[in-house]
């Protein structure tokens, strides 16, 4: 079947805008993260779903970020008042079972200018 | 919470010469310790993994060993060609229900 699907793939925005990020992981995976990766860097950690457990929000950078996910189904990642710093790629990966393969998504680029 | 560090940052080798990439974690617990290779501009791909119940494992030209008590793991390609080159990440994660935790990862440079 399909891969982890991310939209959109780019979104350029205004600072001071409100972003949406959205992720549909594969069908039956229980696990889903979001990851930053700033221009060269590595995978920050910001978020992690696993099945009907609270999330462990311990990476969100500030009160700004915030990420829903519906059931083991899509997932949003939202960003308020954006800022120049907040340009990166967005990843999202989903996992079977948690404690298994990753499988990311081909991440969203954005800008904020 | 877990902690993984990783080293060397950037790598080079020649052509046919072997690369080593090594990892520490901090979380005893951890049990999976995964590879990813991430070639520019492209998503992250996992290449190799290992759990805590074996030494080591070994795919074609890549391995991974793995050392419980010392709590480091790292991975090992032999007969490094063009295509290599690229960005390594390790990563750990503990019992079930834990996140993976990911290292600052390694720019390997395979020179032809």
């Known amino acids: 079947g399909a891969g982890v699907s991310q939209s959109p793939s780019n979104k350029v925005t205004e600072k001071g805008k409100d972003v949406e990020l959205r992720c549909d992981p594969i069908s039956g995976h229980t696990a889903l993260y979001w990851y930053r990766q700033r221009l060269g860097q590595g995978l920050e950690f910001l978020i992690y779903?696993?099945?009907?457990?609270?999330?462990?929000k311990s990476g969100l950078p500030s009160d700004r970020f915030s990420a829903e996910r519906t059931g083991e189904s899509v997932s949003t990642l939202t960003i308020q008042r954006t800022q120049q710093e907040d340009s990166a790629v967005y990843l999202c990966a989903s996992s079977p079972t948690g404690d298994e393969k990753l499988f990311f998504g081909s991440g969203t680029q954005l800008s904020v200018l | 919470g877990e902690n993984v560090e990783q080293h060397p940052s950037t790598l080079s080798v020649q052509e046919g010469d072997s690369a080593v990439i090594k990892c520490t974690y901090s979380d005893s617990a951890s049990n999976y310790f995964p590879w990813y290779k991430q070639e520019l501009g492209k998503r992250p791909q996992l290449i190799i993994d290992?759990?805590?119940?074996?030494g080591e494992k070994k795919d074609q030209r890549i391995a991974v060993t793995l050392n419980k008590t010392a709590k480091h793991f790292s991975l090992h390609i032999t007969e490094t060609q063009p295509e290599d080159s690229a960005v390594y990440f390790c990563?750990?994660?503990?019992?079930?229900?834990?996140?993976?935790?990911f290292g600052a990862g390694t720019i390997l440079r395979v020179k032809s």
């Open positions: 290992i759990r805590s119940n074996v």
């Open positions: 779903f696993q099945g009907n457990s609270a999330p462990d």
């Open positions: 990563a750990a994660e503990g019992f079930y229900g834990n996140k993976l935790v």
